[in-house]
């Protein structure tokens, strides 16, 4: 078996009392393009700075090529990184700006002028060589510091959060451009967001972080189909809870009931089942079906009452209190016949397929 | 804006007469001595009889004036260098450190600043008279250096916290070494800073007069030394033409600091 191409391994970090990274394991392949997805002090940064070699971790490994990168200094690793914050030296021009690490590298000339004009090809930006970084736009300055970081083609390319001070339509814009530019190049690329949105749109896989570890490494319809945790469940896509207790479970499924009515068999089962104990059932909007009476005894439909109705243009998102009183959300195409003459306080049956809805103990 | 200039009325004039003022409070002792240095008569006499360049040749056919001239724009060149020098060092260690006790190191290095400069210069003098720096070249750059520093290190710490850490880890990370991305990327960058502390440091030494005092010697003075040593003896206009001199000086860096800023920003 060959060595993977990037390989983390039991990465740990600690600032004194706090535990930034606590336990990082992950393997990345030649040319993919890869997410590191959490909310805030997640361990996202930290982990990339790592790789970066600005920060030494407290335990664990991290190897390109099968040859661990920790004893070597940043500026020898040879990795590319763009960063959350403007960084383009304010003192140089654009093309200065993109021949840094190539005069650096005691590039002749004539290489460099040819490689500065084949960067500004690939982010277009041609005719740009002579600005300076003040007088262009936080996208355009993001652009240049993704060709100064990809000018001497690293194999591995850091990027944190680097579109998080533009705006929306800008962000939409730019991310096509990385995809583009990923697909052109080949780099290995690792990519630091908090927003679902910008990673499922980006990433051949998506690593979920939670308070330090990775919860689950996988690609946007794994992770959205078969979340392994409850928090990756909240963290992707949309998705409420509902109470429910175990009646028995076997072979990573569980049948269970809610409340005094519904039973339903065969749900997929994360986490250590105690049959007669309590846990929570994932259920998607989207994937819910709404029928208009109450739910009959011995179905898997589950009864509720509505408490909300929004329409939202394509589609129509219906609140309803389980008996519980937990909110669930039903989202329905416009013009969905169960949606015609539906009010507040209807009691309405939600039917779901078990093998689509999670149960998530402890 | 909370006062809006135009709309203030009366107010306007009142505030324009007070401006006046103050601006000429400040710059008729300067325009007098300019004056006087150019007036024909012995005796400091004002308004001049008539206008004369004699006390100009006085001054630079004197060879105890030109030394102590020359003397002072070593000591203020060698005291900017240093400064500018030991103040980016320090605020390296200032801005970049991670250590107990940083904030409380900071305000330390400022205190010269504060101190009333009397007291600073008996605490050196007595400190010199042991380690027999009184009268000397180094002892006099040392006195400066004390009380440029602070300037020194107040512009440059200011610069480099207004510089993003990023743009050097950047640097770093493009291939160029710690020192190297200092040196091409952190230091042009924090480059008003270092000029604002070289021309403060400058300017501090040039016109300093109280710890000079003390660490003159006969044979070893600044200008403003001999200016004030000369006054004691004999009011000769060749004190009215050193000071236009020295002003002169000052005046033209406060000049070209105007034009670097300008140039700098645009
Ligand atoms: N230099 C530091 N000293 C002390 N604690 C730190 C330091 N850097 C990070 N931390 C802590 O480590 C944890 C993880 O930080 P990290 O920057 O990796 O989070 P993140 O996932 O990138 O979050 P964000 O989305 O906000 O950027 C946080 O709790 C943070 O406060
Ligand atoms: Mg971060």
């Known amino acids: 078996m060959t060595a993977p191409f990037l390989h983390i391994r039991g990465l740990r970090k600690d600032y004194g009392i706090v535990n930034a990274v606590k336990d990082v394991n992950l393997t990345v392949e030649r040319g993919e393009f890869m997410t590191f997805l959490g909310p805030s002090g997640s361990g996202k940064s930290t982990t990339l700075y790592i790789l970066a070699g600005f920060e030494n971790p407290t335990a664990g490994d991290i190897l390109l090529n099968g040859e661990s990168l920790i004893a070597t200094p940043s500026h020898k690793r040879n990795i590319g990184m763009v960063f959350q914050r403007y960084t383009l030296f304010p003192h140089l021009s654009v093309g200065e700006n993109i021949a840094f690490p190539l005069k650096v590298r005691r590039w002749g000339k004539a290489a460099i002028d040819a490689r500065v004009r084949k960067m500004l090809q690939l982010v277009r930006l041609e005719g740009f060589e002579d600005r300076k970084p003040a007088q262009m736009s936080g996208g355009q300055q993001q652009r240049v510091a993704l060709a100064r970081a990809l000018a001497y083609d690293p194999p591995v390319l850091l990027m944190d959060e680097p579109l998080s001070a533009l705006d929306k339509k800008l962000r939409e814009e730019i991310q096509h451009e990385i995809r583009r530019i990923h697909q052109e190049t080949e780099v290995t690329i690792l990519y630091v967001t908090h927003d679902q949105e910008e990673a499922l749109r980006l990433s051949d896989r998506i690593a979920v972080f939670s308070k330090g570890v990775i919860d689950q490494i996988g690609t946007g319809p794994e992770l959205y189909a078969d979340p392994a945790t409850r928090f990756v469940a909240e963290f992707i896509g949309d998705s409420d809870f509902v109470t429910c207790r175990i009646l028995s479970a076997k072979d990573g499924r569980a049948d269970l009931s809610i409340g005094a009515g519904a039973s339903i068999s065969g749900v997929p089962v994360h986490g250590t089942a105690v049959a007669g104990g309590t846990a929570a059932l994932m259920l998607r909007p989207e994937r819910l079906s709404l029928r208009r009476e109450a739910a009959r005894e011995g179905t898997s439909g589950l009864s509720a009452s509505v408490t909300d109705i929004t329409f939202l243009g394509s589609s129509i998102h219906v609140a309803a209190a389980a008996p519980s009183g937990e909110t669930i959300s039903v989202r329905l195409p416009f013009g969905h016949e169960a949606t015609s003459g539906l009010s507040r306080g209807d009691t309405v049956s939600l039917d779901f397929d078990p093998e689509t809805a999670h149960v998530f103990c402890g | ?266």
């Open chain 2, 1 to 266: 804006m909370l006062l809006n200039f135009d709309r203030l009325g009366a107010w306007k004039w009142i505030l324009l007469g007070i401006t006046g003022l103050t601006t000429a409070f400040l710059i008729l002792p300067i325009i007098f001595i300019a004056a006087l240095s150019f007036g024909s008569s012995q005796w400091l006499i004002f308004p001049p009889p008539s206008w004369t360049l004699k006390w100009y040749a006085a001054f630079f056919a004197d060879p105890r004036w030109l030394e102590a001239a020359w003397t002072s724009l070593r000591i203020a060149a060698i005291v900017t260098v240093l400064s500018v020098l030991i103040g980016l060092v320090a605020s390296f260690g200032l801005v970049r450190g991670r250590f107990i006790g940083k904030e409380a190191l900071r305000a330390l290095f400022l205190t010269p600043m504060i101190l009333p400069v009397v007291v600073l210069a008996v605490a050196l003098y007595a400190f010199f008279l042991r380690v027999g720096l009184n009268g000397t070249f180094t002892g006099f750059v040392i006195a400066h250096l004390v009380v440029a520093l602070p300037f020194s290190i107040l512009s440059i710490t200011n610069a480099l916290e207004g510089f993003d850490k990023s743009i050097e880890d950047a640097a770093v990370l493009c291939g160029a070494s710690p020192l190297e991305a200092k040196l091409r990327i952190t230091l042009p960058s924090i480059s008003h800073g270092l000029f604002s502390a070289a021309v403060f440091s400058f300017l501090t030494s040039w016109d300093e007069v109280v710890l000079a005092i003390f660490m003159a010697s006969p044979t070893l003075q600044t200008l403003p030394v001999k200016i004030w040593a000369t006054l004691r003896q004999d009011l000769t206009p060749a004190i009215a033409a050193a000071s236009t001199l020295l002003i002169i000086v000052t005046i033209a860096l406060m000049l070209l600091t105007a034009l670097v800023r300008k140039g700098l920003k645009s």
